[in-house]
């Protein structure tokens, strides 16, 4: 089973930028960042299939989500930050195809213990 581990959270002012990274085990073609806001529903935030990104349609344009497939590390670049992206940011991998846009937290396997992130006005 793949090791994900999630850094890079933190406290910021909204409009401001956060970098997540997530360092995994092992190499896994799909990967996702997820993320849980108080009392809400673990909701899929970017998800890439090889090199191709696909975003939840409330982080477009404001997110980038990356990967160096060479140290096995994804990114999650949040630019823009609002208080309604506070939310605890959880990294998964998936050894099934995900290049569609729409994919279910289902198709993940392995979580990181997440990272928490944090926007104020």
């Known amino acids: 089973q793949v090791q994900l581990v999630e850094s890079g959270g933190g406290s910021v002012q909204a409009g401001g930028s956060l970098r997540l990274s997530c360092a995994a085990s092992e190499n896994r073609l799909c990967m996702a960042w997820f993320r849980q806001g108080p009392g809400k529903e673990r909701e899929r935030v970017a998800h890439v299939w090889f090199s191709t990104p696909y975003y939840a349609d409330s982080v477009k344009g404001r997110f980038t989500i990356s990967r160096d497939p060479d140290k096995n590390i994804l990114y999650l670049q949040m630019n823009s930050l609002k208080p309604e992206d506070t939310a605890m940011y959880y990294c998964?991998?998936?050894?099934?195809?995900?290049?569609?846009?729409?994919?279910?937290?289902?198709?993940?396997?392995?979580w990181g213990q997440g990272t928490q992130v944090t926007v104020s006005s």
């Open positions: 998964a991998a998936s050894s099934d195809w995900c290049g569609r846009s729409s994919i279910s937290r289902d198709l993940f396997g392995a």
